[in-house]
T-cell receptor, first 114, second 109 residues
Framework: GAGVSQTPSNKVTEKGKYVELRCDPI?????LYWYRQSLGQGPEFLIY????????DSGLPNDRFFAVRPEGSVSTLKIQRTERGDSAVYLC????????????FGPGTRLTVL | DAKTTQPPSMDCAEGRAANLPCNHS???????VYWYRQIHSQGPQYIIH???NNETNEMASLIITEDRKSSTLILPHATLRDTAVYYC??????????FGTGTSLTVIP
């Protein structure tokens, strides 16, 4: 079946601009996660959704980062006033019901802030 | 979640078994050991997980020591396509995976 998909695959923007990154989870998965991966590092947790609500947003680095999942399926990660340090690969994962479930990852969106 | 320690890099000859170690000495009783791998420019791929018993699936085997303070991921017959970064993760029912920096495995022809 279809896995987790993310769009765009690459995004280049200028410092100060606003960007949106989209994640389509596996159909039927109620839990959705966003991670950020900098060069040479492992992915770092940003936020976790259970259904439509953000159950854990402790990994968001500051208030420029925001994510939504209005219908409990597709999620959008929004970054305001982008900075060069935001350049990274943003990964999305989903799992059937959260908790200790296995997480299945998408291919990521590579964000470059010039 | 408990922290894990992995060697930064390893080599393995094609066709041979690749044995990737992981130390997790602070693991607690309800924490699972997960392994993922990440091939260049792709998202992490689930491999296997276990709690106490050894596990085997079509991709790999996971050997967990009796005291659960360490584990080994075994790829029985490594191929060039197994070249990747392998992450050992220990987690409870929390929402996050803590990936660390993993082991970069290079399979040599």
């Amino acid at each position: 079946g279809a896995g987790v998909s993310q769009t765009p695959s690459n995004k280049v923007t200028e410092k100060g601009k606003y960007v949106e990154l989209r994640c389509d989870p596996i159909s039927g998965h109620t839990a959705l996660y966003w991670y950020r991966q900098s060069l040479g590092q492992g992915p770092e947790f940003l936020i976790y959704f259970q259904g439509t609500g953000a159950a854990d947003d402790s990994g968001l680095p500051n208030d420029r980062f925001f994510a939504v999942r209005p219908e409990g399926s597709v999620s959008t990660l929004k970054i305001q006033r982008t900075e060069r340090g935001d350049s990274a690969v943003y990964l999305c994962a989903s799992s059937p019901s959260g908790g200790a479930d296995t997480q299945y990852f998408g291919p990521g969106t590579r964000l470059t802030v010039l | 979640d408990a922290k894990t320690t992995q060697p930064p890099s390893m080599d393995c000859a094609e066709g041979r078994a690749a044995n990737l170690p992981c130390n997790h000495s602070t693991i607690s009783g309800n924490e699972y050991v997960y392994w993922y791998r990440q091939i260049h420019s792709q998202g992490p791929q689930y491999i296997i997980h276990g709690l106490k018993n050894n596990e085997t699936n079509e991709m790999a085997s996971l050997i967990i020591t009796e005291d659960r303070k360490s584990s080994t991921l075994i790829l029985p017959h490594a191929t060039l396509r197994d070249t990747a970064v392998y992450y050992c993760i220990v987690r409870n029912t929390g929402n996050q995976f803590y990936f660390g920096t993993g082991t970069s495995l290079t399979v040599i022809p």
